[in-house]
Each structure stands twice: as structure tokens, then as C-alpha cells.
């Protein structure tokens, strides 16, 4: 799979970890997993890529972290999304979705 | 097992960040590490390899602690209530205050004593205030504000004219030489009725437009 460019991928990996976060709290080595796994490693975390926007998503109120056990029985910093998250992942959605219309109006991605 | 903690310890500069704060980031990294030391070992790794693996995660330690003091201490250099209220707010209540200092300065003193020109000097400065409503709730708008956020940043200005009035009140009042017909009710109702009511209606009409969601702004909410 073609990589993609630094910009686009730093674009997206907010949404993608709202995304994976829908579902259920995960902490964040298992939220980088996740999305690399889900996108055959197009998306691909290092932790300077990946915390810092952890943070910043959670001084915007759109996640919550809490220390919590795992089944591991290790302790570990879950993530989980707020109202305002869930909010922002449906806005998210609409605005990549308009943009990616929109490039398909422009000259078609089928064809690119 | 390694001991992630240390290398995490001895690697990470200071983040010069609240102890607490700095010490859970360490312990969430170090977890990070390890969850993808033991994953790499479930994976059939050698020890050595799993390692190497774990710390791939890491390639720059100085850009992660950059990075994380960036992100940790500030998310910009302004809160969402700077960016949402209180800079549409002032915007709005600066140019008010500009036209309410400025035009008596720009304009003729005879226009002033000129009753012909006191409904075209009303309806322009109504209009400006319409604008000035404008301005505060479509910055607001544009900063990502809600609904409340924008109706206060339009009617912003609203404070300049309560300030105002309670002044000319009580200086009427209790002035050095105070006026009896300040004591009135009727004339502090007159009074709020030119300072603050109509102002506020006018600006509050300015915000209407920018009070529904448009495109942009559904999209980036």
C-alpha cells in the first residue's frame, strides 16, 4: 500500500483514535495497535505521534484517561471518549467525508 | 524482564512539567514499552529483537519529550473562552467604543444641534450596532462557539453602555451638583431605554444571522 504523506496521516490520526475509541476504553499502546492493524500499518504510531495527541485530545475534553487494571493485571492509562468526543468524532466523520467527496468531484479518486 | 521505568528514566529529558504530571506521563510511556516488548515476544522474537522493536517506537527521544511538553503544558496560546467569547466580546465592544468616542470628535458640532440630522445620525449609528452584534457572534462563530458564546460576544458592547450609565446615574445623583429630575424613575428609565435597551436590541439583531450552524461550522464543531 502506497504510504501516505506526513500531513494526511496527521490530519486523520485524530479520527482514527476517536474512532477506535467508540467502541471501548483502550489504553495506548492497544489504541496504536488497533489502528495499525485496521489499516494494514498505513496509519502507524510512534509515541511522539501518538501522546501528545492524547493529551491534546484530552485538554479538549474529548477523551478521559484513568489509571486502570488491565487483565494483564498491569496498570495502565486507559482512554475512553467523552460526550464532546463522541460529538467531535461524528463532526470528524462529516468533514472527511465532504473532503473526500469533494476530491472525487474534483477528478475522481477511482481514477487516480 | 526489562525494566522499562529506567529506560524511560534515563532516556526522557525533564519535561519541566508539574512532578505528578511528569512522573504518570513516564509511567503511561514506560507501559507503552513494555506492552510492545511483551507483544513482540508473544510474536515469537528473541529478547533482543523485542527490544529493538519497542524501542523503534521511539526513534527521537528528544522530539517526544518536545512534543509532549508541547502538548501538555498548553493547547494554544489562548482557551476556548478567549477564543469563543471574550476576543469576539472586545472586538466588537472596541469598535463600539470607537464610534462612541470617535464620532462626536469626527463629526461637525452643528450636526449634533442640527434636529434634521438626529434620525439619519440614529439609524447610522443603529446600523453600526447591528454590525458590531455581527462582528462578536460571527468571530465567535468562526473560533468554534456555541450558541451562548455568540449572543454574549455580540452583545458584548452592552457592557461599555451599562458601565456608562450607571455612571451618568449616579454621578446625577450624588454628584457635586445633583440633579432632581435624576431621582426620577421616569428619567432612569428613559435613560436605560437609549443606553442599554435599544443598543441591546440592536445589537442583539446583529447577532441573529450567525446564531445557526452554517456548513463550516457543522463540520468543525
Known amino acids: 500500500m502506497a504510504s501516505l504523506s506526513h500531513s494526511i496521516k496527521r490530519g486523520s490520526a ?34 511522539a505521534s501518538l501522546y501528545p495527541l492524547l493529551y491534546r485530545m484530552e485538554k479538549r475534553d474529548w477523551t478521559r484517561g484513568a489509571w486502570e487494571t488491565t487483565s494483564g493485571g498491569v496498570k495502565r492509562r486507559c482512554y475512553s471518549l467523552t460526550a464532546a468526543g463522541l460529538r467531535q468524532l461524528a463532526a470528524s466523520r462529516r ?6 467527496r469533494a476530491l472525487n468531484q474534483l477528478g475522481g479518486l477511482s481514477r487516480a | 524482564m526489562r525494566d522499562w521505568s529506567s529506560v524511560v528514566r534515563s532516556r526522557l529529558i525533564a519535561l519541566g512539567i508539574e512532578a505528578e504530571r511528569e512522573e504518570e506521563i513516564r509511567a503511561e510511556l514506560s507501559g507503552h514499552l513494555e506492552d510492545a516488548y511483551v507483544d513482540a515476544i508473544r510474536r515469537g522474537c528473541t529478547e533482543e529483537d523485542a527490544v ?8 527521537d527521544w528528544t522530539r517526544l519529550a518536545d512534543a509532549i511538553r508541547r ?10 473562552d478567549a477564543k469563543t467569547l471574550w476576543l469576539p466580546g472586545m ?33 447610522g ?21 456555541g450558541v451562548a458564546a455568540r449572543v454574549v460576544a455580540g ?12 455612571t451618568v446615574v449616579v454621578a446625577a445623583m450624588f454628584g457635586d451638583r ?40 457543522r463540520a468543525c464543531a
Open chain 1, 14 to 47: 485524530e479520527l482514527a483514535i476517536l474512532m477506535v475509541l467508540k467502541d471501548q476504553p483502550l489504553h495506548g499502546y492497544e489504541i496504536a495497535r488497533r489502528i495499525e492493524r485496521d489499516t494494514a500499518g498505513v496509519l502507524h504510531f510512534t509515541l
Open chain 1, 95 to 100: 468533514e472527511w467525508s465532504v473532503f473526500f
Open chain 2, 52 to 59: 529493538a522493536r519497542a524501542l523503534e517506537r521511539v526513534p
Open chain 2, 71 to 80: 502538548a501538555d503544558q498548553k493547547e494554544g496560546p489562548m482557551s476556548p
Open chain 2, 91 to 123: 472586538a466588537a465592544l472596541g469598535c463600539a467604543a470607537a464610534v462612541m468616542l470617535g464620532a462626536p470628535r469626527l463629526l461637525p458640532a452643528s450636526l449634533w444641534l442640527d434636529p434634521r440630522a438626529t434620525m439619519p445620525m440614529t439609524a
Open chain 2, 125 to 145: 449609528l443603529l446600523l453600526s450596532y447591528l454590525a458590531f452584534g455581527a462582528l462578536g457572534a460571527s468571530l465567535s462563530r468562526r473560533a468554534g462557539g
Open chain 2, 155 to 166: 452583545i458584548f458592547p452592552l457592557a461599555l453602555h451599562v458601565s456608562m450609565f450607571v
Open chain 2, 178 to 217: 445633583p440633579s432632581p429630575e435624576a431621582l426620577q424613575i421616569n428619567f432612569q428609565l428613559r435613560l436605560a431605554l437609549i443606553f442599554i435597551v435599544i443598543p441591546g436590541i440592536a445589537l442583539t439583531v446583529g447577532t441573529l444571522p450567525f446564531l445557526r450552524d452554517n456548513a463550516k461550522t
